[in-house]
């Protein structure tokens, strides 16, 4: 497979708007609510009815208007970051999640990383990746994306070693297991780089697109050797 179909494929494993927009549980909601204030969730509250309504201007101004009064939101930075990746904006949405980055690298780390992978600045996304806390029972998407970084810097023993961690944890991403049997080949492993794709390509939900190109890597591989 073309190394740069991989990296957009890697790249669109990780979906900003969901990283962004992860539900918060009952409790969280209300503490964010009261964490607001009046004004500034009032805000916040109009500036998602605009969105679901399509008048993107209107929320960001309220967007930009909730941080001035609580700029500790991270909803609300989370929020406007996307309207400004969606218009184009890319540097401006950075800087925004940099800012809450600061404060709180566990919820601003991968949007981060996932726009400097896309903007191929690998070594800044393992910098940032490297702030995240590490969380109980593990982090695929955090893993995943160190390890495609380091694939693109050609540090194929730390790629490895990110995707087994992310795969240890989420074995149903296809995608992932393809990058990391092209990290086994450039170590010169191609005996357990099939294994891994025979094994991803075995999996039951495994998609008819996943499971075809699984089967043209292994063509690859039989190719080479």
């Given at each position: 497979m073309?190394?740069?179909?991989?990296?957009?494929?890697?790249a669109a494993?990780?979906?900003?708007?969901?990283l962004a927009?992860?539900p918060?549980p009952?409790?969280?909601a209300t503490?964010?609510?009261?964490?607001?204030?009046?004004?500034a969730e009032?805000?916040?509250?109009?500036?998602l009815?605009?969105?679901?309504?399509g008048?993107l201007r209107v929320?960001?101004?309220?967007?930009?208007?909730?941080?001035s009064?609580?700029?500790?939101?991270d909803?609300?930075?989370?929020?406007?970051?996307q309207?400004m990746?969606d218009?184009?904006?890319?540097?401006?949405?950075?800087?925004l999640?940099?800012?809450?980055?600061?404060?709180?690298?566990?919820?601003?780390?991968?949007?981060?990383?996932?726009?400097q992978?896309e903007?191929?600045?690998?070594?800044?996304?393992?910098?940032?990746l490297?702030?995240?806390p590490r969380?109980?029972g593990?982090?695929?998407?955090?893993?995943?994306?160190?390890g495609?970084?380091?694939?693109e810097?050609?540090?194929?023993?730390?790629?490895?070693?990110?995707?087994?961690?992310a795969?240890a944890?989420d074995?149903s991403?296809?995608?992932w297991?393809?990058?990391?049997?092209?990290?086994?080949?450039?170590l010169?492993r191609?005996?357990e780089a099939r294994?891994?794709?025979?094994?991803?390509?075995?999996?039951?939900d495994?998609t008819?697109?996943q499971r075809?190109?699984?089967?043209?890597?292994?063509?690859e591989?039989?190719?080479r050797?």
């Open positions: 073309k190394r740069a179909a991989l990296i957009c494929l890697l494993g990780l979906p900003f708007a969901a927009q992860k918060l009952a409790s969280a503490q964010k609510a009261a964490e607001r204030g009046g004004a009032r805000d916040y509250r109009e500036a009815a605009a969105i679901g309504q008048h929320a960001e101004q309220k967007l930009n208007h909730a941080l009064i609580a700029p500790q939101d909803d609300a930075r989370l929020t406007l970051g309207l990746i218009d184009g904006r890319r540097s401006d949405a950075l800087r999640m940099l800012e809450g980055m600061v404060r709180n690298p566990g919820r601003f780390g991968l949007p981060i990383a996932r726009l992978f903007d191929g600045q690998y070594t800044a996304v393992l910098d940032t490297s702030k995240m969380h109980e593990g982090n695929p998407w955090r893993d995943a994306l160190f495609a970084a380091a694939r810097l050609e540090m194929y023993p730390e790629a490895v070693e990110a995707f087994q961690r795969l944890v074995r991403n296809a995608i297991s393809v990058a990391l049997a092209d990290c086994l080949l450039m010169g191609a005996d294994t891994v794709l025979q094994q991803a390509g075995a999996r039951s495994v008819p697109d075809q190109l699984i089967g043209e890597r292994i063509a591989l039989s190719d050797h």
